[in-house]
């Protein structure tokens, strides 16, 4: 490099950070842009449900919540989170490692499946397991001849629940997983240790935050899908709603604060969601 080019460079220095540099109006019209955009649409929609779910005061709110179709709604929520969380943990876990670890035939064709449920519409989910298993489906005949039901029904409500939610484990790992390499395990293995073994001291420990990460989205998800719930639940009180679908039953039926005080808890959900979701990228970083 010589005389002339070092002088360019040291000259233009100061004009490349003067253009990359914003004037002091234009940071504070884009602060204010986001700010006023956060409050409208995310501050203002949760001030509302919590104004409407206390209107009537805290007897009226925990008297909806107390409700037996209310109780029922929660107790179904929990138990469908209970039973695809831990599914899709296993699941993601697995496809993780079979993805950033082997190579087989159909690996494409496995991380495309994963990331299905992202590109289709959750009622189109919802209608898919009704052409699987309603009583004109491919299944239909079967299960009836069997007694065994599974749309309007808990198992329908998991299964659409479970296709909706079970990328997010997955998705959150598998760059984790390639990003850290191979090279510990290998080492681990190649000393005598076992398969398992491997996993739970040297892969457990190094992909714990991400792990927890993807299952609270995951958990988050499941307890707050309407689409796909919808299609197969049959809307049956007290048996098949979930808490978002009590909530539109109880607003199309113009209670309104037992709906915004079953939206209070999904609202607080998502609060301690994004909380929880904070202090995980922050444990990664």
């Not at 239909?140 to 909706?164: M, N, R």
């Not at 850290?180 to 240790?193: K, N, T, V, Y």
């Not at 040297?202 to 988050?220: D, E, F, S």
Request: proline fraction near 5%; charged fraction near 15%; aromatic fraction near 12%.
């Amino acid at each position: 490099m010589n005389a002339i080019t070092v002088a360019e460079t040291i000259d233009q220095a100061p004009r490349r950070h003067i253009a990359l540099g914003d004037a002091p109006w234009v940071q504070w019209s884009l602060v204010a842009v986001s700010v006023g955009f956060i409050f409208l649409f995310l501050c203002l929609p949760l001030a509302v449900v919590l104004f409407e779910a206390f209107a009537k005061g805290w007897d009226a709110y925990w008297s909806e919540l107390t409700q037996p179709d209310a109780q029922a709604a929660i107790e179904l929520t929990l138990i469908t989170a209970l039973v695809t969380v831990p599914l899709n943990t296993v699941f993601g876990v697995a496809a993780a490692w079979a993805i950033t670890r082997f190579e087989f035939p159909g690996k494409s064709l496995l991380t495309t499946l994963i990331d299905l449920p992202f590109s289709v519409s959750p009622v189109i989910s919802g209608l898919i397991f009704v052409l699987l298993f309603g009583a004109q489906g491919w299944f239909g005949a079967w299960l009836g001849e069997h007694d065994l039901k599974v749309i309007f029904a808990v198992p329908g409500i998991v299964l659409a629940t479970l296709f909706i939610t079970f990328p997010f484990v997955a998705r959150e790992l598998i760059p984790l997983m390639q990003e850290m390499g191979s090279e510990e395990e290998e080492a681990a293995l190649s000393l005598g240790a076992s398969g398992w073994k491997t996993f739970f001291l040297i892969t457990l420990p190094n992909i714990k935050w991400g792990l927890l990460y993807g299952v609270l989205l995951c958990n988050a998800r499941a307890m707050g899908e309407f689409g796909a719930v919808s299609v197969v639940s049959g809307h049956i009180r007290g048996l098949t709603n979930t808490l978002p679908l009590h909530v539109e039953v109880s607003y199309n039926e113009y209670n309104f604060v037992g709906a915004f005080a079953s939206a209070s808890i999904l609202a607080g959900l998502a609060i301690v969601t994004l909380v929880l979701k904070s202090l995980l990228e922050w444990k990664k970083r």
